[in-house]
């Protein structure tokens, strides 16, 4: 008897493997401009304007452009690791 039970319940959770499922939302693939991005790098900034506990940085105002390149230039090196 628990032979026929876990034939049948396989035999259940295999067609339901096939079963369609609930219509999903369509994905939307273009491109749009990020308005956090003030300088249209598409990088937010996020919530920190100027970290720089030591005092490295001499010139401030090019600091959040720096910032924003660098992480356009690790994303470039990370889809160029991929392929």
């Known amino acids: 008897m628990t032979s026929k039970l876990v034939i049948l319940s396989t035999l259940v959770a295999s067609a339901a493997a ?10 939307k693939t273009s ?6 991005s003030p300088d ?3 990088v937010d900034p ?6 720089d506990p030591l ?9 959040p452009r ?3 390149v660098e992480i356009k ?3 470039i ?3 160029a690791f991929i392929g």
Request: charge should be neutral.
């Open 40 to 42: 249209g790098l598409g």
């Open 55 to 63: 005092g490295f940085v001499d010139d401030v105002e090019s600091f």
């Open 46 to 51: 996020g919530p920190l304007d100027l970290f």
């Open 31 to 36: 491109l749009n401009g990020d308005a956090r």
């Open 18 to 27: 096939f079963a369609p499922s609930a219509p999903k939302a369509a994905f």
């Open 66 to 68: 720096r910032r924003a």
């Open 73 to 75: 230039h690790g994303r």
């Open 77 to 79: 090196a990370m889809a």
